[in-house]
């Protein structure tokens, strides 16, 4: 797991983000950029659980042949809430071969001194991307 620090790699991680959805826009308006055509919702708190990791992310990113996926916060906003007060971005690089129970444990882990800012506890709207843009949650 790579947390994204530095200001360069947020914004690469902000540019695929942009390209896949909308963060301006809140549902019922159309969030997915025009790329994707095919809609899918799931239950949130489901998506953060050991086994969305493993049933659902995990294969989808073999499926499109990605080794990583990206899972960022939008709510809390990541530059001026998350990287203000922490320095650094509730942005994340996730290698598929963690398990799901080091998903977890990623998800329940929050900066030093504020657990309860961890993804598990303080996150409204979440986005899974791979870096193929082959598909988004």
């Not at 939008?74 to 998903?103: A, C, V, W």
Request: proline content about 5%.
């Amino acid at each position: 797991m790579i947390r994204i620090k530095e200001h360069r790699d947020f914004e690469k991680c902000w540019h695929l983000i942009e390209s896949a959805i909308r963060p301006n826009k809140n549902l019922p308006e159309q969030v997915f950029s025009d790329q994707f055509s095919n809609y899918v919702f799931e239950e949130f708190d489901w998506a953060m659980t050991p086994d969305f990791w493993d049933g659902v992310l995990k294969k989808l990113a073999i499926a499109s042949n990605d080794a990583e996926i990206i899972m960022a916060v939008l709510d809390p906003d990541p530059k001026d809430y998350f990287h203000r007060t922490f320095g650094e971005y509730n942005i994340l690089k996730l290698s598929i071969n963690i398990s799901g129970q080091e998903y977890w444990n990623i998800l329940k882990t929050g900066p030093e001194d504020s657990e309860a800012d961890a993804i598990l506890f303080n996150s409204e709207t979440v986005i899974w991307l791979p870096l193929s843009m082959k598909w988004a949650i």
